[in-house]
């Protein structure tokens, strides 16, 4: 069975861009998650999808958004790319609602110059 | 708020050295508690897992017993590898799931 899959796996971008990250699920996977990891902030959650629909929000800007799709799979938008944005994204997919396993993609490290 | 915190690292130690890797939870509700680990330049694998209190999750040699008691959740290894070195995150999550709560995250480093 395949694992979570993030592309791409690295990515650089200048300032006031916008980028787009993508996560393909475990097959059979309806959840995916969203976690920023920084060395000065460490793992923090961003939102959550189930079924295309939002059920969880972190305390980020309104910058980043994401969606899913019907296959589950899912992106995630930052626009106007900040320095700070710098980062690896993880994305975690699971089976369904609630203390679920989380299984983890590689991640995709995001440099903002 | 819903929080975890763990031991500040580095910790380093010779293999075949005894781990220990405190980490304690404040949750409201009945979180399920969580050890992952992070090797260079990978994502996050899980390494075990507890629901409810006094559960034991144990995978390759390493263990964990949710203390309720106490609101801990410490890893321990009777025996360490090189190859355990790497970081170690204590998370929770909550009833509404699939938002994990992660500590800060432990550099171990062994030495041969």
């Known amino acids: 069975k395949a694992g979570v899959t993030q592309t791409p796996r690295y990515l650089i971008k200048t300032r006031g861009q916008q980028v787009t990250l993508s996560c393909s699920p475990i097959s059979g996977h309806r959840s995916v998650s969203w976690y920023q990891q920084t060395p000065g902030q460490g793992l923090q959650f961003l939102f959550e999808?189930?079924?295309?629909?939002q059920r969880n929000k972190g305390n980020f800007p309104g910058r980043f958004s994401g969606r899913q799709f019907s296959n589950s799979r899912s992106e995630m938008n930052v626009s106007t790319l900040e320095l700070g944005d710098s980062a690896l994204y993880l994305c975690?997919?699971?089976w369904g609602q609630g203390k679920n396993i989380q299984y983890f993609g590689a991640g995709t490290r995001l440099s903002v110059l | 708020g819903n929080s975890v915190t763990q031991m500040e690292g580095p910790v380093t130690l010779s293999e075949e050295a005894f781990l220990t890797i405190n980490c304690t939870y404040t949750a409201t509700g009945y979180p399920s508690l969580f050890w992952y680990v992070q090797y260079p330049g990978e994502g996050l694998q899980l390494l075990l897992k507890a629901t409810k209190a006094d559960d034991k999750g144990s995978n390759k040699g390493f263990e964990a017993t949710y203390r309720k008691e106490t609101t801990s959740f410490h890893l321990e290894k009777g025996s360490v590898q090189v190859s355990d070195s790497a970081v170690y995150f204590c998370a929770l999550d909550l009833e509404y799931g699939n938002k994990l709560v992660f500590g800060a995250g432990t550099i171990l480093r062994v030495k041969s």
């Open positions: 975690a997919s699971s």
């Open positions: 999808y189930f079924s295309e629909t």
